[in-house]
């Protein structure tokens, strides 16, 4: 024992490496502990730790009272905003990237489809994590910046090809919302009828099924910003000066 009773480092070490040795030597545990830490990842409330951090404020008691990049952006600024919004992609593309984590575990042997469902699977728990965080009162965002780290660590392409619509449709109408959704309606239909033809696993029911939810996911999340487009009263982006003036 080291002085005032504490443990030593070397001893805190061994129990890590026993437990770490018997989660590896089981490969459901393997899996599930993963299952929990790409949910944790997605958990991470980035606009919320960072609000209350450096501005003493949290976002969800400002503005449209959600807990993403684009109400980040309207509450604290474009420095806070593009900081949330990097690491909620990061979010979601490390989770899903635990794929290679799993395939570390020399009892576990995935072909490309068993690979692309898995990382459906951890990307998925991101976005739960996100919507559903552990460490925010299970009070968190949409997932849209999330599952785009998710796309692109899944396919580079598809996640470039949505990045564009959301960008094209963002620039031409200034609703980030109205961007989000037709980029979340594309993702099946790159899957599926474009990308599929080339790598089948895209077209697997897991994926087609996956891709739907996920598109329907963003319309639902986005019920609200609907309303408010059919409305005509829905916020719109202030991407240039002259757009702040006409505001």
Sequence with gaps: MTKGGESPPFFILVIFALVMKFIYN???????????????????????????????????????????????????????????LILDILKGYLATSLVYLLLLNEAIVLDAYQTVNWMLGF??????????????????????????????????????????????????TRFV????????????????????ANYPAYRQPTVVLFTIIIAVLVVYTHRKNIRRLIQGNENKAKLLPKHRRID
């Design 177 to 196: 919302s109205l961007g989000s959704i037709l980029a979340g309606i594309s993702i099946p239909v790159l899957f599926v009828s474009i990308f599929g």
């Design 26 to 84: 089981s490969p459901e545990l393997w899996t599930a502990t993963l299952c929990v830490l790409a949910y944790l990842l997605g958990s991470i409330p980035s606009s919320v730790w960072l609000g209350r951090r450096f501005f003493g404020k949290d976002v969800r008691d400002y503005g449209s009272g959600n807990a993403g990049a684009t109400n980040t952006f309207r509450v604290l600024g474009k420095p806070a905003g593009t900081i949330v």
């Design 123 to 172: 990307g998925f728990c991101a976005v739960i994590g996100h919507l559903l965080p552990i460490f925010a009162q299970f009070k968190g965002g949409k997932g849209i910046a999330t599952l785009g780290g998710m796309l692109f660590a899944l396919n580079l392409q598809v996640a470039s090809i949505a990045l564009a619509i959301f960008i094209a449709v963002l620039l031409l």
